[in-house]
């Protein structure tokens, strides 16, 4: 069974992950008083206010809480006793790489769901442009190196076709995909050996992102339904 054939990746957003969860949230109408939105891996509160200007009704959780009012989740681990309800949607913005068990934190948000909640998750991108011209020359796959591994906890590789696995496994049905972030640019003069290079690398991504449309953007995302 082929299970890339939901999520080609054929689609380009130019923008960031938080301002794509906005934009969806939007779309999918997410935005009255009734509405709840989880945002999971909640940082430093950044959707808050965000959301919070929808009428929807922002409930943070995180590993290690940095800022009061989130609740502490360990996706490891079912979701705490205390909340006691289900949301509308459920954002998961580049947090899937830093688990060592996606497969157990995707259950324990199945089991927190209900019938209809969306899902939305972006994750680094396995087939960026930028990656596969670094792994050509260097050997080495970048965001997911020891230093990464040390410093920004980058333990797994969410390659796409695992990620519908996964999703698949848990009753969740995809409804669309992206890659997202800044695209490739023409590097800015300078009088300086170096443009040359700089040039090259440019017309080598562009090369890349031409013949293959999911090696685009620097993260990719996945909006999801629970059945």
């Given at each position: ?17 938080y301002?794509f ?10 935005t ?14 950044v959707l808050?206010?965000?959301i ?20 502490e ?70 965001m ?7 410093n ?67 993260s ?8």
């Amino acid at each position: 069974m082929r299970y890339y054939e939901n999520m080609d990746l054929s689609k380009y957003y130019n923008s960031s992950w938080y301002d794509f969860a906005i934009r969806t949230v939007k779309e999918l109408k997410l935005t009255g008083k009734g509405d709840i939105i989880f945002d999971v891996g909640a940082g430093n509160s950044v959707l808050k206010s965000k959301i919070n200007e929808l009428n929807s009704k922002w409930v943070g959780f995180d590993y290690k809480p940095r800022n009061k009012g989130i609740n502490e989740w360990n996706l490891d681990n079912s979701i705490p006793k205390n909340i006691d309800v289900n949301p509308d949607c459920i954002l998961l913005l580049e947090v899937l790489e830093h688990l060592l068990n996606p497969g157990m934190a995707l259950n324990n948000i199945r089991k927190a769901s209900k019938s209809g909640t969306y899902l939305i998750i972006s994750t680094p991108n396995p087939y960026w442009s930028v990656i596969r011209i670094k792994f050509f020359f260097k050997g080495v796959f970048p965001m997911f190196t020891n230093e990464d591994m040390d410093n920004n906890h980058h333990v797994f590789v969410v390659w796409p076709h695992v990620l519908y696995k996964l999703l698949k496994n848990n009753d969740f049905e995809i409804l669309d995909s992206y890659t997202i972030g800044v695209k490739s640019k023409f590097p800015e003069f300078q009088v300086h050996p170096v443009l040359i290079v700089k040039i090259l690398l440019f017309g080598i991504r562009r090369l890349i992102e031409f013949f293959d449309k999911k090696s685009k953007g620097m993260s990719y995302t996945v909006i999801a339904k629970k059945n």
